[in-house]
């Protein structure tokens, strides 16, 4: 059981470390949150399941903690990402489709 | 223990130099909560868990959401 | 280097209560002023806490039997530190809105061009 | 020339301090008030969080005059913002996306519930009063930012802060009505390590949660309603 906790908390910690890797290497804002957000919670999910794994007594508390993240991580990747685009930063040169004005045109 | 310490202290200075010399109003506001998440967790290596949950609920929330509705009352950039 | 590893947490509060000085004195901005006001503060908070700590020592809370009360860490800078934080962040509020006005009525926060504040 | 005497007082402020923390050793044992409370204070008050201890009963009084601290700057606070009163120019607010809309219609009560527990359970594990005020006032940053438009009336959060601060004076004033000093303990101190134990600890944790988290919601509530005026 313990073997299979420290298992998770590797891989959390290594898509942790890919999430980093990813928003160092990528070239705009956008592509930057998504990289955050998409590793950054699977590996903070894994790493606080793997946590309560180990430590039988604290699952539960760990479990609510793990939701609790699973919740707020994309909504407030999201509030990000929407203000960044409100704010018209401009996407990367090579990026190849932008639907903003489709999805927003109808409230303008 | 202590090399953890001692990197979170480096880091801590390092962000509360960015925010002493940082033009932008809101940057710097992002480095001082920083600077009071460090601290928070400083508090907690230091054994003091009621001091380490005050700070990181005030240090990063409350104080954050101060400034960053002032800044945005006032000019952003420092002249 | 013996210092050094020894003292880790007063040179951390040290350089906050300096670089939060250093705002305070030089920096013209207001807001930065008030910024270098709780950098201060949490250079001071620092630097009561560790001065509590006592080495090997648990956190002051009986959370299950078998503690020892000897080797636990004091709990009379941390119960000030406490209140402290939260007087703090009222007293922020307070200057951040009398910042606020000062915007208002001048319209800048430069703390050169306002007559009343030259020192 | 100002930078340079600012400079020069800065480094004979750090001298200073540096020689004075350096004789100051770290981490050992000595002479201190602390040994008290912690060797009687689980038999004296009942609360095994000490620090919950020494802030509400060993140093209570002070925490009286900090909480009122905390309501003459809140009381500041609203003076300063009433004193000019700018004409209302409803600028649009633009309403949050609909993600963020749900989600922090998710997450208010839930954080509400952790500053709940936070505050309840102070006398038990590490938290209380402040913190869990602190948190509670977190939550309504979160709606204030994420709902914009939704309010909590302000004579709710000033009753709040007023039922608090009372509270806290009627628990301290009832021991000196029984003959005995301002906030004695005169609740039975129950068994330590159980919920309903440690005799007014909990009751006074709850009054100050009550304060100082309506109390910071206000202040927040101030910031916002006087930026959403702002004419453009």
Redesign the interface.
Known sequence: MEIFGMILIGIGAAFLLIGSIGIYRMPDVYNRIQAGTKCTTLGSFLTIIGVGVVQPDWFWKTLIIALFVLVSNPVSSHALGRASRKKRISLYDKSVVDKTDEFTGQQK | MEIIAGILVLLMIASAIAAASFQDLMNAVIASCIVSLLAALLFYLLQAPDVAMAEAAIGAALVTGIFVIAVKRTKRFEE | MNFLSEYTYYIGAFSLIIIGLYIILVKKNLMKVIIGFSIFDTGIYLFLIAVGYLREGTAPVFSKPGLDAGKMVDPVPQALVLTAIVIGVAVLALAVILAIKIYAHYGTLNLRKIKEQRW | M??LI??I??GM??TG??MS??Q?P????GE???DH???Q??NETGA????????VSY?GF??LG?VS??FT??M??GA??G??RRKKTHTPIEP??L??YT??R??FP?ILLVGTY?VIHGHL????G??G???I??AF?LMY?GCRGKRIRENLSRGLESLGGLLFILLGVTGLVIGRDFLFSFLPEGE??NLISAGIIPLIYMAVGLK?GS??TG??D???E??DE?PE
């Open positions: 100002r930078k600012s400079i007082l800065l402020v750090a301090l540096f923390i350096s100051i770290f981490g050992e044992p201190r008030i602390g409370f912690i060797n204070g689980v095994t969080n000490i620090v919950a201890a020494v802030v140093r002070d925490t900090e601290v905390l700057a809140a500041g606070l300063v913002i004193l000019v949050a996306s993600i963020v989600g922090c998710f997450l839930v936070i594990t590490p938290g209380g402040f913190q005020g602190a948190v006032a977190s940053l930012l330590a390590g100082v109390e910071l202040i927040i101030h910031l916002i006087d930026t702002l």
